[in-house]
């Protein structure tokens, strides 16, 4: 019996990943419009070196620079079992580059999990903004996007359908008061530190946003694990509802 | 400000992992003693090749064999924001050859969350129990075990303060019902599958050790996503005690 509660997903492919998938057409990804409710995720990275904002790192050392970090991220935000989180658009704001990556899982296509491979398409989606020869492959579901947090806020909360009002921004912090559930039924925009957490601009700048604090653990977690949790979240309230709406016996 | 809750860690190092490590003094790793209640999680992998079993696996195409996911069960099991679980023993029963790899959280040392490094700390405790050379960092954590998930299931339930009663087995399951919370207050022992679930054997096997079923969540999620979500289920439990627990004014 296949449990695929517990299972691994392989998308698209088998064992090996990147250069295997070099061979296939993908599309050339741009973040989709807003329409039913995407699940935004943006994580604020610091200390982003001018090489990985290049797309010049090393793919057997990935902890330089934190490109681990990333893959990571983009792991958690958009992998399940055998599939890919299709309404999930996870942005990568590097601060210190006003740059941002977006992984969109409307248009990943061909990727395995691990980070070697994710990175992988991150390297040759910022080479080729910086004068690398583009290939077939480069995009499968990420683009590169000028401007860093404040850039993304603007854009995502324009973001939103004419019966809604406009999108909250919620901020996932230790001292988070607001239930995640409550704030991410109205679509909000959800926003996540790196290692090294917010720095005072960009507290500033959420909350001149609006931004509500919400926490997702009562211990310290990866920011990854954070994702999970918040993925959770939205999945059992997803849940909750599809059951409320089920035809009752 | 530093916000742990959102911040990722680097556990004794810097960036740069395995090589730097590598030149670090290392404890030989064995299995700590049950004492106060250690989160026991055990993974059953399947179709795990002979060279990966005996540590000759390559650093640069995880996928094949699936040690990328091994490295992240060990990431998601082990690490929290700037440290790790002291508490938490993974074992991961790699059934096709009788084997179990187990990263025990209280003699782990100089580790880094990213898979590649974690992957090279198994490839070494593997390949010394293959002929080759040890080091002083081949353990850090890490240490192997002869026989697959029925020896460990009969291990790790003897192991049990004399004031309680056997260690409940919990199998984490899609068609699970019990409530993760009641059953890890208990000292269980959690059994995840991976992206193969779980064979007629081992379902027999955990039937007859009274294994009891729980869903982690509502959707089919990556194995690692569903040990970061068993955690936060424990770390929840835990809090409320230590809430619990505290004076009231």
Same mark, same amino acid.
């Given at each position: 019996m296949l449990v695929t509660l517990l299972s691994l997903p392989i998308v698209g492919g088998s064992t090996r990943a990147a250069d295997r998938l070099a061979s296939r057409g993908f599309e050339r990804a741009?973040?989709?419009p807003f329409a039913s409710g995407p699940r935004d995720l943006i994580v604020v990275c610091h200390r982003t070196p001018v090489k990985v904002a290049q797309g010049r790192f090393?793919?057997?050392?990935?902890?330089?620079?934190?490109?681990?970090?990333l893959a990571r991220c983009a792991s958690a935000a958009?992998?399940?079992?055998?599939?890919?989180?299709?309404?999930?658009?996870?942005? @990568?704001? *590097?601060? #210190? =580059?006003?740059?941002c990556l977006c992984l969109d899982g409307s248009t990943a296509r061909g990727m395995h999990p691990d980070e070697r491979t994710l990175a992988a398409a991150m390297k040759r989606t910022l080479a080729v903004e910086h004068g690398a020869t583009s290939r077939a492959d480069t995009a499968n579901g990420w683009s590169y996007h000028a401007g860093?947090?404040?850039?993304?806020?603007r854009e995502l909360r324009q973001?939103?359908?004419v019966s809604r009002g406009p999108r909250p921004i919620?901020?996932?912090?230790?001292?988070?008061?607001?239930?995640?559930?409550?704030?991410?039924?109205?679509?909000?925009? @959800?926003? *996540?530190? #790196? =290692?090294?957490?917010?720095?005072?601009?960009?507290?500033?700048l959420l909350a001149s946003a609006g931004a509500r604090r919400a926490t997702v653990s009562p211990r310290g977690l990866l920011t990854?694990?954070?994702i999970v949790l918040a993925h959770h979240?939205?999945?059992?309230?997803?849940?909750?509802?599809g059951l409320a709406a089920s035809p009752v016996e």
């Open positions: 741009s973040p989709a090393r793919l057997d050392n990935l902890p330089d620079g934190r490109v681990d970090l958009i992998f399940t079992s055998h599939g890919v989180r299709r309404e999930t658009r996870l942005w @990568l704001a *590097l601060q #210190d =580059q006003s740059v860093g947090l404040e850039h993304r806020l973001q939103r359908p919620l901020q996932l912090h230790e001292d988070g008061e607001a239930t995640l559930q409550a704030l991410l039924a109205a679509g909000a925009v @959800l926003v *996540l530190g #790196d =290692q090294l957490g917010f720095t005072s601009g960009e507290e500033a990854s694990h954070c979240a939205l999945d059992e309230a997803e849940a909750r509802v």
